[in-house]
């Protein structure tokens, strides 16, 4: 399994922007479908985006496309979310998670093995 490990939350205006950085270690980085998933008080996670093994599709939530765009590096071993327009209801925690197995999409945390710790993103109005 992947160590992973988040970093890049913090606190932001409506409208402003925050990257998401997540170090992996400890496995073939480039072998993992890596996905990004938030969870706020109260509520279930949900996903937000995932990207292939090599970076060549992604997928997005539906409240998030447009406005966050995910990313990786395979040289680094990290996966980026980019987050723009942020508003109030993205303020959660934020997973990143790695599938391994078939280079398809997916949207279910069940999933993904891999989880890192999280890292916190507030956005105020």
């Known amino acids: 399994q992947l160590q992973l490990v988040e970093s890049g939350g913090g606190l932001v205006q409506a409208g402003g922007s925050l990257r998401l950085s997540c170090a992996a270690s400890?496995?073939?980085?480039?072998?993992?479908?890596m996905g990004w998933f938030r969870q706020a008080p109260g509520k279930e996670r949900e996903f937000v985006a995932c990207?292939?093994?090599?970076?060549?599709?992604?997928g997005y939530q539906d409240s998030v496309r447009g406005r966050f765009t995910i990313s990786r590096d395979n040289a680094r071993n990290t996966v980026y979310l980019q987050m723009n327009s942020l508003k109030p209801e993205d303020t959660a925690v934020y997973y990143c998670?790695?599938?391994?197995?078939?280079?398809?999409?997916?949207?279910?945390?069940?999933?993904?093995?891999?989880w890192g710790q999280g890292t916190q993103v507030t956005v105020s109005s």
């Open positions: 990207i292939g093994r090599s970076g060549s599709w992604t």
């Open positions: 998670a790695g599938r391994d197995g078939v280079d398809v999409a997916s949207n279910k945390a069940y999933e993904y093995a891999s």
């Open positions: 400890g496995g073939i980085f480039r072998g993992y479908v």
